[in-house]
């Protein structure tokens, strides 16, 4: 059974950073694209950053570039994602995902396995 397991969410003050991280198992990922959503309470999931296993290939949502960072550790099955100038907007539970293909995507519809979430809180 394929699993994806998030970890690192807690409160944190505004400024502050975190580190999460997702371990896949059941399934190797390393030539597909994975990828981090986030959704608050009251709006749709939305798009954080994705990372491709060929070429190493990164995208971020515009909310979260230049602050955030995703790896990967592909021999692992890991992807990494530093969060880093954290503003209250970032509370969210962040949601790990593959996407099951090497392509990226965006739209969580794309992506086939999900972790359970994890939450982050960013205190003012």
């Known amino acids: 059974q394929v699993q994806l397991v998030e970890s690192g969410g807690r409160l944190v003050q505004a400024g502050g950073s975190l580190r999460l991280s997702c371990t896949a198992s059941?399934?190797?990922?390393?030539?597909?694209?994975m990828g981090w959503f986030r959704q608050a309470p009251g709006k749709d999931r939305e798009f954080v950053a994705a990372i491709r296993g060929s070429g190493g290939s990164t995208y971020y949502a515009d909310s979260v570039k230049g602050r955030f960072t995703i790896s990967r550790e592909t021999v692992k099955n890991t992807v990494n994602l530093q969060m880093n100038s954290l503003t209250p907007e970032d509370t969210a539970v962040y949601y790990c995902a593959a996407r099951g293909f090497p392509f990226f995507s965006s739209r969580p519809g794309d992506y086939s396995y999900w972790g359970q979430g994890t939450q982050v809180t960013v205190s003012s």
């Open positions: 059941g399934r190797t990922f390393g030539g597909d694209t």
